[in-house]
Nanobody
Framework: QVQLEESGGGLVQAGDSLRLSCTFR????????MAWFRQVPGKEREFVAA????????LYANSVVGRATIFRNNAKKMVALQMDKVTPVDTAVYYC?????????????????WGQGTQVTVSS
């Protein structure tokens, strides 16, 4: 059984950076593709970034490419998201997601393990 727990959300000033972390509890972390999604009320969950099981490849949404970095530490069973130059548009609940096997993917329906989410609010 996999459990995911996000941390690092909160209030951030526009133009600053944020870093979110996700702790993976369970076995087989290295077999999982990990990803971050975000959601604002009334909208669908939006893909942000994904990382291959070995950290050797990453995928980013167009909205964050160039200012977001996803990375993982397989020894610590954690994945993190760093986002620079945030704007109020980045305000959302951010979710960590995991799926076993296969390559990176950007559809939320393709992930079967989710954290509870962490709120990020960017003030202007």
């Amino acid at each position: 059984q996999v459990q995911l727990e996000e941390s690092g959300g909160g209030l951030v000033q526009a133009g600053d950076s944020l870093r979110l972390s996700c702790t993976f509890r369970g076995s087989g972390f290295v077999q999982h593709c990990m990803a971050w999604f975000r959601q604002v009320p009334g909208k669908e969950r939006e893909f942000v970034a994904a990382i291959k099981w070995d950290g050797g490849d990453t995928l980013y949404a167009n909205s964050v490419v160039g200012r977001a970095t996803i990375f993982r530490n397989n020894a610590k069973k954690m994945v993190a998201l760093q986002m620079d130059k945030v704007t109020p548009v980045d305000t959302a609940v951010y979710y960590c997601a995991a799926v076993k096997g296969g390559g990176m993917r950007d559809g939320d329906y393709e992930y079967d393990n989710w954290g509870q989410g962490t709120q990020v609010t960017v003030s202007s």
